[in-house]
């Protein structure tokens, strides 16, 4: 049992993830958003989530030269969520 609240716990973490970029998308006027590299490449279980979303291809992310990263939902990324309703 102990597995599956591991899985539910790393789903909401991409949903939530997913979620403030798609949000963010449509505030800034599809700008990517910056963040630190101790966002992104802190935690464990958060590195592991926007490595998962990068590689499906629901999110970019670009180095800019002082740590920080531009990162932003891709397409795929905005049609998951409204296709399926949820942030994933």
Excluded: H
Aim: hydrophobic share 30%; proline share 2%.
């Amino acid at each position: 049992m102990e597995r599956m609240g591991q899985f539910n716990r790393r789903r909401g973490l991409r949903r939530e993830i997913l979620g403030r970029l798609y949000d963010s998308w449509f505030e800034r006027g599809g700008e990517p958003t910056i963040m630190g590299g101790d966002e992104i490449n802190g935690e464990n279980e958060k590195k592991l989530a926007y490595r998962y979303l990068a590689e499906k291809g629901l999110l970019r992310m670009s180095p800019v030269g002082d740590g920080s990263f531009e990162v932003s939902i891709t397409v795929q990324g905005i049609d998951r969520i409204e296709m399926t309703g949820d942030n994933e």
